[in-house]
């Protein structure tokens, strides 16, 4: 069976994680109407008694399955919320390649971060971070407090000449606020309501709004285009097995990594016969964090519970001593039960070293290139070419992890293994040129005018810092483009809001 609806003067939403729900936000905020589309539901698993969180594995069950709920990935996120660097959006040079510049500057995004970190009550400082780019503003709130543990790891770190920054973090912790700074913070669901995911920080002040309509266990199965393809006019959908065609004149697909380059390409017409605005860029340009983790040992016994996730080593993020390339940063985590994944007699190793370290990640910058991506057959994806990682950059970047906790007096073990890609970005990145992008710069599909997309996917590169805060910051962006908005104005949002 086929519904056809026509919605007027809506913007039609595909994904409602950190791109979809905030632009759903700021487009309300401004007085526009929109249709939130989510293939999932809301997730609200039961609270236990006593605890916070509740770790992804335990809620969500296999990790590679792809995080359908309203907020998307920020259900589990750590909520670590980073501006890109100013060198983030410039041609660098990396040990295996060059990352790409991006077609927007800093200067271009620094009104939205402004906006993104008020939004998300991100708490932060300046301190200890020499690359923290230049603000026009302060933080809204002050960084969190360490826990005892970390305070003392962060003493003996300075005293061995190793500053550390404060990890900016969207988190309900200001004065009044619901966070209790739980151990379970990273890779774990927050009953408390207290982490600022895109479900509670952005989607919920929408709703309230009266002007955002959410439509959840929805699946955006195809955008459509008029005859000649050059125009977008709606989306097919589908609902407990009943399929629907939404007619809109602007649609916004932010249904993230894979989902926004396969409906894309699911949505192949005769102008785009490989996919909508596909010049060879679709699914391509995958970049991310080469990642891999640090346990600096803090005693004999098992650690008691603590917030952990609260500082981070950024002083080598351009380059290091002897090391010309940027390598990244280092960054604590929260607790996290990770000996779960491990089967066989390794369990217990890594339950007794998980139990009696904190966890730290340490990321490098991994490159896209024009071979890196999904992996198709039709319009299935069946596996994924890497992008390029950046190998001796990413074991020095380990080595000078593990020198700096060990010489502050921390024996400290590194698993040698080849990184885990995080922070995934690209897929349908923006460019001015249709053979290399697939979004121009203001996230309009080439060729298909009132069709955007903004989340991870049209990021050009994912430097070495989260890559959340400049999703958001770029659906601000486009909100604006959208509603015709000349610039971001805070006075006028917290107003609107
Ligand atoms: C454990 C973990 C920790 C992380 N920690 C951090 C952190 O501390 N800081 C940070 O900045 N980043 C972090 N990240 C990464 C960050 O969460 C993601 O980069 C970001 O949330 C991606 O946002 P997105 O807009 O691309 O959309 P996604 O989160 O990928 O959401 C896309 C949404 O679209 C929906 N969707 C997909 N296809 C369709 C369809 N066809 N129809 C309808 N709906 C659809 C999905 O169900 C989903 O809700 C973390 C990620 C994970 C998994
Ligand atoms: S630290 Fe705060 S935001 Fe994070 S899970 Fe615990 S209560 Fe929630």
């Known amino acids: 069976m ?34 939130l589309l989510e293939q999932g539901g809301f997730l ?62 800093y200067a271009d995004l620094e009104p939205y971060y402004v906006e993104a970190e008020s939004l998300y009550r991100v708490h ?193 993020y351009e380059g290091a001593p002897d090391w010309p390339y940027p390598t990244g940063v280092i960054q604590m985590a929260g607790q996290m039960p990770f000996w779960e994944e491990v089967t066989g007699p390794m369990r217990h190793i890594a339950y007794a070293l998980g139990t009696r370290s904190l966890t730290a990640f340490h990321m490098t910058e991994a490159l896209p290139t024009a071979q890196s991506g999904l992996i198709f057959e039709g319009n299935e994806i069946i596996g994924r070419e890497e992008p390029v990682h950046n190998l001796a950059t990413f074991r020095r970047l380990r080595r000078l992890g593990l020198k700096a906790f060990s010489r502050a007096g921390y024996p400290t073990v590194a698993r040698k293994r080849p990184p885990y890609l995080w922070h995934d970005v690209g897929t349908a990145r923006m460019g001015h040129d249709p053979a290399t992008s697939v979004v121009d710069p203001d996230l309009q599909v080439h060729g298909v005018s009132g069709l955007y997309v903004v989340d991870a996917s049209v990021l050009p590169s994912a430097g070495a810092v989260n890559t959340g805060l400049t999703i958001i910051a770029l659906a601000f962006r486009l909100g604006d483009h959208i509603a015709g908005a000349a610039s971001a104005s805070p006075d006028r949002m917290v107003a609107a809001a």
């Open 44 to 105: 609200r698993p039961p609270r236990r008694a006593g605890k916070v969180g509740r770790f992804i594995l335990e809620v969500h069950g296999e990790r590679a399955k792809p995080l359908h709920y309203v907020g998307g990935q920020t259900k589990f996120y750590g909520a670590a919320l980073y501006r890109f660097r100013e060198s983030d959006f410039k041609a660098v040079e990396h040990e295996n390649g060059v990352s790409p510049a991006w077609p927007l500057s």
């Open 2 to 35: 086929l519904n056809r609806a026509k919605i007027h003067d809506c913007v039609i939403i595909v994904g409602s994680g950190a791109g979809g729900a905030s632009l759903a936000w700021r487009l309300a905020s401004l007085g526009r109407k929109v249709l």
């Open 124 to 316: 932060g400082a300046e301190s200890g971070d020499p690359f923290e780019p230049p603000r026009t503003s302060p933080y809204p709130f002050p960084p969190i407090e360490h826990s005892k543990v970390v305070e003392t790891m962060v003493a003996r770190l300075a005293r061995r000449g190793v500053p550390t920054a404060a990890i900016p973090r969207g988190i309900d912790r200001q004065t009044g606020g619901s966070c209790v700074l739980c151990a379970d913070c990273d890779a774990h669901f927050c009953s408390a309501d207290a982490k600022m995911d895109a479900e509670i920080a952005a989607l919920r002040p929408a709703l309230a709004t009266g002007r955002v309509e959410l439509r959840t266990h929805t699946e955006a199965v195809q955008v459509l285009t008029e005859e000649g393809g050059r125009r977008v006019m709606g989306v097919r959908v589908r609902r407990d097995g009943v399929e629907e065609v939404l007619y809109g004149d602007r649609v916004v697909v932010c249904a993230g990594l894979p989902g926004t380059a396969q409906l894309l390409r699911r949505s192949a017409n005769s102008q785009h016969p490989t996919g909508l605005g596909d010049g060879g860029a679709l699914g391509k340009y995958l970049a991310g964090h080469s990642t891999g983790m640090l346990f600096p040992i803090v005693g004999l016994t098992r650690t008691a519970a603590a917030h952990t996730k609260s500082f981070a080593i950024q002083q080598w």
